[in-house]
């Protein structure tokens, strides 16, 4: 089970970080991504982290304003967004995949629920 929270209303240029739980699976032998979807949009990979070699990677749309990081003593992933822009706006959601990094949706096999994310002024 995945439960994301941490979403909300920001406005441009503001910061948010997104947080993840999970439980009912080895966290720390999974592949965790963030993954974004606005309305009439395919699902977009955000970001994904894999703690056993520090592999990250992130879409080219947020590099250098998203950070993704984990915490395997509380099972939790992270999500520190900062100068966000109206073309942020999504909802985002936690995944994880036990077979390999990547930013394709179709290759993980749990998801959480989502969190709305909304950049305005």
């Known amino acids: 089970q995945l439960v994301e929270s941490g979403g909300g209303l920001v406005q441009p240029g503001g910061s948010l970080r997104l947080s993840c739980v999970a439980s009912?699976?080895?966290?720390?032998?999974?592949?965790m991504a963030w993954f974004r979807q606005a309305p009439g949009k395919e699902r977009e990979g955000v970001a994904y982290?894999?703690?056993?070699?520090?592999?990250?990677d992130y879409a080219d749309s947020v590099k250098g304003r998203f950070a993704i990081s984990n915490d395997n003593s509380k099972n939790t992933v992270y999500l520190q967004m900062n100068s966000l822009k109206p073309e942020d706006t999504a909802r985002y959601y936690c995944?994880?995949?036990?077979?390999?990094?990547?930013?394709?949706?179709?290759?993980?096999?749990?998801w959480g629920q989502g969190t709305q994310v909304t950049v305005s002024s």
């Open positions: 982290i894999r703690d056993t070699d520090g592999a990250i």
């Open positions: 009912g699976f080895p966290f720390d032998r999974y592949v």
């Open positions: 995944a994880a995949n036990r077979y390999g990094t990547s930013l394709n949706h179709m290759t993980y096999d749990h």
